[in-house]
């Protein structure tokens, strides 16, 4: 990622990973360990997200990771781990309140956490199939309509329709369940 990106273009990802350019993104991010990395996953569950923080490596797995986001357990690529390297997107879209998302806007929300500090990530908010509670990337955004309480910005791009990507379905109860 050597230009900057639109943190939603940082969502556009190849169908295939690229695994020598994985391997080399995590080299080039244990490096330089502490500094923001932007690390890319496609999950059945949740889609294409995006994780930008401060890249830590866990004492307990012994792999590097934005926030709970591992991109090399077990000394490998995450197989859900699409690309890896230093954040360099700008933030886009307006400020919204939690209250006002649906699901499958695409979103940039902004969390802060005593174990893994200031993190964002990218993606689509997806609802739980029987009620509004808003997901990201297993994050919670929103429960019985009130802000999650790690959550401190949300910033809505639109529909995820409206820019080009697909629809995800609402999560089930299986796929909430904490």
Not at 52 to 71: D, E, P, T
Not at 122 to 138: I, K, V, Y
């Amino acid at each position: 990622m050597n230009e900057t990106v639109n943190a939603v273009d940082s969502l556009r990802v190849p169908a295939k990973r690229n695994l020598a350019a994985l391997r080399a993104g995590i080299e080039e991010a244990a490096r330089s360990e502490g500094t923001l990395l932007r690390a890319v996953f496609r999950s059945p569950r949740h889609g294409v997200i995006s994780v930008a923080g401060a890249g830590q490596r866990s004492a307990v797995m012994n792999a590097l990771g934005v926030a709970n986001f591992f991109v090399d357990p077990g000394a490998k690529p995450a197989g859900d781990l699409v690309t890896v390297g230093p954040d360099e997107a700008e933030q886009s879209g307006e400020e919204t309140p939690v209250a006002e998302l649906e699901h499958a806007d695409i979103v940039t929300a902004g969390f802060e956490h005593p174990v893994y500090g200031d993190f964002g990530i990218t993606g689509a908010a997806l609802a739980a199939a029987d009620s509004e509670d808003l997901w990201l990337g297993g994050w919670l955004l929103r429960a019985a309509g009130q802000p999650a309480a790690h959550l401190r910005s949300v910033h809505r791009h639109g529909a995820a329709a409206d820019l080009g990507f697909e629809t995800p379905a609402r999560l089930q109860a299986l796929d909430v369940a904490v």
